[in-house]
């Protein structure tokens, strides 16, 4: 029994984290495609550097306070929101870290007093971002899809729901949607040609990976919005894997025709130029996608 208890601790724990992550994600993502909060951070002296960690202290405190990341059913004390607040500032340094190394901002060769204000003020919407998880999109992990609003068990699960054409249409327009309002402010920018140039095979694999699990973990993982509800969805790819790797295909599409759209791309350019650039633009937009499919 206790260590059924200690497992549900771990695994709950490990639930808002990847809750608190993904609300970074979707908070954090634009601004880590912009060249001027790399040169700030490249930039930035110690002392700025100790006020906005300060600064996102305080403002992800009062946040914590009222909601945060993690699943409450009563207000956080002081010590509860503060603890909270280490962990979402935590949380916010290793998936700025991360992505600014997946994009090749920070490298080996990359000074550690460059590196440190890059990751700091990088950190900031991402901190922000998992404070504001739960307020970001709703959950309801607990909702018992068996019972209607009145309380009366469905019997007739599959009574008005949307056939399996219908159902993936509705995916795909959501992810449309969400990958382009991300990614079409980024798709004119010079950050993607600058990332493209550096962006060698393996890393674009890299890319292509860390895109996948951020959108499952985003939809199937992190307990936003109806995650039950999702995982019985019907339709043609509804299962957590098809319908994941569906949506990113449909999301690198979206960027490939923003990419043209602003002319960052045209039909004369070798296909690995086109190849490289999408896998860039579709980090962002696949994000996007993910958030556009929750709000089903």
């Known amino acids: ?9 771990w ?35 110690p002392p700025m550097m100790m ?3 300060a600064l996102t202290f305080i403002v992800v405190f009062l946040l914590n306070q009222t909601d945060g990341f993690r699943k409450r059913r009563h207000m956080a004390s002081a010590y509860e929101a503060a603890m909270d607040t280490v962990e979402a500032i935590a949380i916010g340094v290793i998936c700025s870290a991360l992505m600014l190394l997946l994009l090749r901002e920070l490298t080996p060769e990359t000074a550690f007093k460059e590196a440190l204000g890059k990751i700091i003020f990088e950190s900031v919407p991402f901190s922000l971002g998992v404070a504001l998880a739960n307020q970001l ?28 054409l219908e159902a993936t249409l509705a995916d795909i327009g959501a992810t449309l949607i969400g990958a382009t309002v991300i990614a079409f402010n980024i798709a004119p920018t010079d950050e993607i040609p600058m990332l493209a140039a550096g962006a060698s095979p393996p890393w674009l694999l890299t890319i292509i990976a860390s895109s996948l699990v951020i959108s499952y973990a985003i939809v199937f993982q992190a307990g936003f919005s109806d995650q039950q509800k999702r995982r019985q969805q019907q339709g ?18 979206a960027s490939a025709l923003m990419l043209w759209f602003f002319q960052k791309l045209t039909l004369s350019d070798p296909w690995t130029m086109w190849l490289d650039h999408t896998l860039l633009l579709g980090l962002p937009a696949t994000i996007g996608g993910a958030a556009g499919r929750l709000t089903l």
């Open 1 to 9: 029994m206790a260590l059924k208890r200690k497992r549900n601790i």
């Open 11 to 45: 695994t709950r724990e490990f639930n808002d984290i990847i809750r608190g992550a993904s609300g970074g994600f979707l908070f954090g993502i634009p601004l880590l495609y912009t060249m001027e909060v790399w040169w700030i951070g490249s930039l930035a002296k």
């Open 51 to 53: 006020v906005a960690i």
């Open 137 to 164: 999109l709703g959950d309801s992990r607990n909702a018992n899809p068996k019972e209607q609003p009145d309380g009366k068990p469905n019997n007739s699960p599959n009574q008005n729901a949307p056939d399996d």
């Open 236 to 253: 043609i790819f509804q299962r957590p894997l098809s319908e994941t790797i569906m949506c990113y295909l449909v999301s690198l599409l």
